[in-house]
């Protein structure tokens, strides 16, 4: 057998005590016994929360998502529950995605509660993750969980907290829970149900919520207008099949092709690489279908319903992905219009973006009187805006990563709603003779030409991890001079919340909570960010450039221009 270090072999003997079940026992002695690499990545660490929750590998383990590291989760939720809130009737709700094993791991999550008696409201089966965020305040809820992975590789899942208002975990009761997981010990993890406080929920909650969709998705589209578009949607294998489809019915589209060879929930997703909609690969069948019926938009939807990808037709009528932050500046002024002609802005509205999706955000919105509100990456950070300005008007946000929320009735991400408000904006172009692409030139036009790119590299496993961290440090060590002979003067470096002009010398400090994230900019108005992944084994690098976009003829000769500005930033970078 191969030496194991004292360390490691202290938090596997924990696994082989009477705690943990025989079937858990005997496979970590034939790791010990066969698999010592495998033995060390299951163990080396326990899983840690990141921007999208917990996610990982699933198996047996601290590194490893299974029903004790849920338990121990569960546990520590439910003790905080009980501190926070002595005197009140408990109550949260489950949902899950089409994962392997989430709906038994969902139970198990239930049955935690329950033994707790915290009351719980389970999804009968596979639902949308906004649609948990709704129901739980729809439910009056203190607590909800998704058992959802989003869009990583099959092996994976994970644990999503929501709190009281709909939103994710953050600060402080996000830190607070944490540690009292971290203060569990696994033998105190209550799994006997208590089956008088699991209810199971279902379509009256989904009619409630498809309403809600329809009421904060619609915008007087007319009636023909929604018969005449030609959708083609593809969920990809996920949840979003019980939301969707329903819910443009509902709304008035009626002419919607459904890529069927994607339908059926399937945890081994056998028709992607990937099951995500960033990747023009993962809408290949979906854009063959839309070639096939002369369709006008496609969306596809990841695994557990909250981001979405578009396809439209560009200047030569060729289906073209959207990246996320164009599909955000289109949702937002969108939006921004429906508000403006309603007369409803009167400098008391505001809309949310994070610190690595683009700058043209906060252009586009002072162009409107409306604030752009920028935080960390992830959806838990605008809703956490919601909460802290209640007194303002939210129009809707989003970020690059092909998220969006229209209005606040959910509380994170929504790819039902925003699919639906795709589905109006592009009614609405060709009821007018337009395409949605042809507005997007539009406000190139209007507020500047913003392109963006994302390149991540992935590194896995324990020396990945290391890797990574090494990368972060080097760069903050020798921080980059010139990016393509262009200065850089402004350093933003979000895990010492400082940001130096490097023109002055001046430091000032950064108002947002700290995280592991640098920012570059440059003279000529490149912005280049680095940061960790908090879902996945990977570091991202997002690049930004912008010129101005004097009228349509101009248009692909300036992209081709700031495509080629991009290559010679992650050429400089070598990247």
């Known amino acids: 057998m191969t030496q194991i270090e004292p360390q490691l072999l202290d938090r596997v003997n924990t696994w082989l005590t009477p705690t943990f079940d025989i079937e858990t026992q005997h496979y970590i002695k034939d790791l ?19 921007t999208g929750g917990m996610r990982g590998v699933m198996g047996i383990g601290t590194n490893r998502i299974n029903k004790y590291t849920l338990g121990k989760n569960t546990q520590g939720i439910s003790n905080y529950l009980k501190a926070q809130f002595p005197s009140e009737d408990l109550k949260v709700a489950i949902a899950y995605d089409c994962r392997h094993n989430s709906k038994s791991l969902a139970k198990v999550v239930a049955d935690v509660f329950s033994a707790n008696n915290i009351h719980v409201y389970l999804f009968e089966e596979l639902r949308p993750t906004p649609e948990l965020s709704f129901a739980l305040k729809h439910l009056g809820c203190h607590c909800g969980i998704v058992l959802t992975a989003s869009h990583n590789p099959p092996e994976y899942n994970g644990y999503k907290v929501y709190w009281q208002d709909g939103g994710q975990l953050v600060p402080p009761q996000d830190v607070e829970i944490i540690d009292e997981i971290n203060r569990l010990d696994y033998a105190t993890i209550k799994f006997e149900a208590n089956p008088n406080h699991i209810e199971y929920i279902g379509q009256a909650v989904d009619d409630v919520f498809i309403d809600n969709c329809i009421k904060n998705g619609s915008f007087n589209t007319p009636v023909e207008a929604k018969q005449n578009l030609n959708i083609v949607f593809t969920s990809l294998h996920g949840t979003s099949i019980t939301a969707i489809p329903e819910t443009l019915k509902r709304a008035g589209y009626t002419n919607v092709h459904i890529v069927e060879e ?134 809707g946000g989003g970020e690059e990563s092909f998220g969006f929320m229209v209005g606040d009735f ?126 996945e084994p990977k570091i991202k690098f997002y690049i930004s450039v912008n010129t101005s976009l004097d009228n349509m003829a101009a248009f692909e000769a300036t992209e081709q221009k700031l495509e080629a500005r991009i290559d010679a930033i992650l050429n400089d970078m070598n990247l």
């Open 32 to 50: 010990m016994a066969n698999n010592t690499t495998e033995l060390k990545e299951s163990f080396y660490k326990d899983l840690e929360f990141g």
């Open 262 to 395: 994607q339908r059926e929930p399937n945890g081994d997703f056998p028709t992607v690489k990937s099951p995500n909609p960033e990747e023009p690969e993962a809408l290949k069948m979906a854009t063959e279908l839309a070639e096939k019926v002369e369709g006008d938009i496609v969306i596809g939807t990841d695994p557990d319903c909250d981001r979405l990808g578009v396809v439209v037709r560009n200047l030569e009528n060729e289906l073209v992905i959207l990246n996320g932050n164009q599909t955000m500046i289109l949702m937002t002024n969108f939006l921004l219009k429906q508000w403006e002609n309603a007369q409803r802005i009167n400098g008391n509205q505001f809309v949310g973006s994070t610190i690595v999706s683009t700058p043209m955000m906060s252009v586009l919105t002072n162009a409107y009187n409306v604030e752009c509100k920028i935080g960390l990456t992830g959806f838990k950070w605008i809703a956490k805006m919601i909460q802290d300005f209640p007194n303002m008007d939210f129009i």
């Open 410 to 535: 959910v509380r994170d991400k929504d790819a039902v709603t925003s699919t639906l408000l795709a589905c109006e904006i592009a009614a609405q172009a060709k009821a007018k003779g337009i395409s949605v692409y042809k507005e997007l030139i539009d406000l190139y036009i209007a507020h500047g030409f913003y392109k963006e790119r994302l390149v991540s590299l992935v590194k896995k496993g324990i020396e990945g991890a290391q890797e990574i961290k090494q990368m972060m440090i080097e760069a903050r060590e020798n921080p980059l001079q010139t990016v393509n002979e262009s200065k850089v003067i402004r350093i933003e470096d979000y895990q010492l919340s400082i940001a130096k002009n490097l023109t002055t010398g001046t430091q000032t400090v950064l108002d947002i909570p700290k995280s592991n994230v640098l920012i570059y900019y440059t003279e000529d108005g490149s912005k280049i960010a680095l940061r960790p992944s908090g879902t």
